[in-house]
């Protein structure tokens, strides 16, 4: 793990009307380190990765990334930094294939007499690449999400963000929607992004997965920050008086 | 936009990888049976088969109630290929906006406004234009009258976020109130022989002896629109966004798809193919009427429809479209053909309209089917 984190997130804070979504949150994040955020439902700990992504713009604060100070305007300004989010609902396109959607919106083309058409071979090759390193076997590439486990869709979501040479992958809630076998999945997946050095930022609410895959862990209540410690460092029931206070 | 990295992390795998029998795999497996693949290939060929029985069915009519045939009989298909033009020409544009999950109603009377801009410029600028040039003009300022309501449209659903049935709705009123008002309430005959040409004639393909194969203008025409919206629906960046706008609007937005600008421009599409529509009909009838597009409404959405669109978006391809509109056609001229009486024409097409949506609904129920171009 180096010094410098790839990701400093300085007293943010967000409103929305009259709700502090987050009040002077401060959190870092190094290269290599999966970061849990843990907290109760309505604690900030979706809007904290919005603001780092680039969906909400904080109302105080600061955000600096791989030591410089940024603003991005939108998340596809903070995709083409190498910050890529994987959100809740994973937002995939259904009624796509595995290839449409490791592209979507960064569609490859090619020409074929003087025209530009949709690289269709090339977005195929290279999700089914990127699925591969994932250790992720889908044999029909040409159907659409809509027919694959969860396990596999989720698994599409991560194989399209790292494609893209993520620095920093942020991940919502990434094992709620599955079953048992598919979380231990998904759990091995952020295991061997931390090896390849990516910064992983991971929300859950499943203490068993934040002990398992975590390297430090970050609790909110009610937008604020109210305990941060070294996975080793701690245990559930420390965790869990941060989460509900008291 | 700039080449996006496309360099691929190894990641290692390490010991966190057991070694074989992959739960994901497991789940794969039982995903992908022949079951999914008959379903998703029956999904594709609905239309085909649909069109298949009309035409037997239609032959069989003829046989027993006239001792005649319908499908070998060059006239039929002839009449057929030029009852298609309609429909299809106002489809094209439809299946665009419908695989976005909206729905243009506006595109009948769209269609009437192009049909009567493009008569009443010819006509004012053949006086003072050569008949080439004046031709020139009238295309292009009808064509720019018709993208009008398109853009409207457009800004409408995308920026405003009216509901697509309501926008085009309310610019269905205003457009066949403008179409009305400029044609003062009648229709505007035409007098350039290039264009009552294109509207008629037919072009010569192949005569070898006796045999002849041509192809009314109109029809050649409609072709080359055809395969240029399916070149844009199924090889363009803008065609894979109409999908997934249709798919999943919040998943394009935070893919960084320009959804307003793509929204607008499918309106924009949908408005032109319809004025294109309501040019042809000049060409065709030699002379412009608001009403040009008034029953084609029905018939553009039943060919999207029927050839395999789902109203919930997402899905369809120009293709079934085409096929739609071949079934709306042939259920048009064959009733024609068989002597019925014309009106039932209507509750046909609307029964058939009703039938596809349901299908299309307890399909979406059971399968994974293929869904885009
Ligand atoms: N876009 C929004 N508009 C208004 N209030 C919001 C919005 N997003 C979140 N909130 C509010 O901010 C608080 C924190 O929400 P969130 O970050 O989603 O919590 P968590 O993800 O930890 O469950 C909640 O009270 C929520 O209602
Ligand atoms: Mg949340």
Redesign the pocket.
């Known amino acids: 793990m180096s010094e410098q984190p790839i990701l400093r997130v300085q007293s943010v804070s967000?409103r929305?009307?009259g709700?502090?979504?987050?009040e002077n949150v401060s959190v870092d994040l190094f290269p290599g380190e999966v970061l849990a955020?843990a907290?109760?439902?309505?604690?900030?700990?979706?809007?904290?990765i919005?603001v780092i992504s680039g969906v909400?713009r904080p109302d105080e604060g600061k955000i600096s990334y791989d030591g410089a100070e940024v603003t991005f305007e939108n998340p596809q300004k903070a995709r083409e930094q190498g910050i890529e989010t994987i959100y809740?609902d994973l937002a995939l396109a259904d009624n796509l294939d595995v290839g449409a959607n490791v592209f979507l919106g960064r569609e490859p083309m090619k020409r074929v007499l003087g025209l530009p058409v949709l690289d269709r071979k090339k977005m195929r090759t290279e999700a089914a690449e990127a699925l591969r390193v994932l250790d992720i076997r889908i044999n029909r590439f040409d159907l659409p999400l809509r027919s694959m486990s969860g396990g596999q869709r989720q698994a599409v979501a991560i194989g399209r963000a790292i494609h893209w040479n993520a620095k920093v992958l942020i991940m919502?809630e990434p094992t709620a929607a599955l079953g048992v076998p598919e979380q231990r999945k998904v759990i091995a997946l952020i295991k061997s992004l931390k090896q390849s050095g990516v910064g992983v930022i991971f929300?859950s609410h499943n203490l068993v997965d934040i002990f398992a895959v975590s390297d430090r862990i970050v609790v909110?209540r009610r937008?604020q920050k109210v305990g941060e410690a070294a996975t080793q460092a701690t245990n559930s029931d420390e965790i869990v008086r941060w989460m509900v206070g008291g | 936009m700039s080449e996006p990295p496309t360099a691929n992390r190894k990641l290692q795998t390490a010991d966190t990888k057991p070694p074989s029998a992959h739960p994901i795999d497991e789940l794969v497996s039982e995903r992908t049976t022949w079951a999914t693949s008959v379903r998703s290939t029956v999904a594709s060929m609905r239309a085909w088969i649909f069109l298949f029985f009309l035409l037997v069915g239609f032959e069989i009519w003829a046989q027993l109630a006239y001792h005649t045939t319908f499908l070998f009989n060059p006239f039929n298909a002839s009449s057929i290929a030029v009852f298609t033009v309609g429909p299809l020409l106002l489809a094209l544009g439809q299946t665009f906006v419908v695989i976005s999950g909206g729905i243009d109603l506006s595109v009948g009377f769209t269609m009437g406004l192009a049909a009567v801009v493009f008569s009443k410029i010819l006509n004012l600028s053949m006086g003072v234009l050569p008949d080439p040039l004046a031709l020139v003009v009238a295309l292009v300022v009808a064509l720019l009258a018709s993208a009008v309501p398109g853009l409207i449209n457009g800004l409408l659903i995308a920026i405003l976020r009216v509901p697509p049935f309501i926008g085009t709705l309310g610019m269905y009123g205003v457009a066949r109130g403008i179409a009305y008002l400029m044609a003062g309430g009648t229709t505007i005959p035409i007098s350039n022989p290039v264009v009552s040409f294109i509207g008629n004639q037919s072009l010569t393909l192949l005569s070898i002896g006796d045999f002849r194969v041509s192809i009314p203008i109109l029809v050649l025409v409609t072709i080359v629109l055809t395969v240029a919206m399916v070149f844009m629906l199924s090889q363009s960046r803008f065609g894979r966004h109409v999908y997934a706008i249709g798919g999943n609007r919040q998943a394009s937005l935070r893919a960084g798809i320009n959804v307003t600008r793509n929204t607008i421009a499918l309106y924009i599409l949908s408005a032109l193919s319809a004025g294109i529509g309501g040019i042809l009909y000049t060409a065709r009838f030699t002379a412009g009427a608001p009403q040009a597009g008034e029953t084609l409404l029905l018939d553009s959405i039943a060919a999207v429809v029927i050839g395999g669109a789902s109203l919930f978006g997402g899905s369809g391809t120009i293709t079934g479209t085409v096929i739609g509109a071949l079934i709306i056609a042939v259920i048009q001229y064959g009733l024609v053909f068989v002597n019925v009486e014309p009106f039932w024409q209507f509750v046909a097409v609307g029964v058939v309209i009703i039938i596809s949506v349901l299908v299309d609904q307890t399909q979406k129920q059971l399968s994974g089917a293929r869904t885009d171009e």
């Open positions: 967000k929305f009307g709700v502090h979504a987050l955020l907290g109760d439902n309505g604690a900030g700990k979706s809007t904290l919005k909400h809740q919502d929300i909110l937008g």
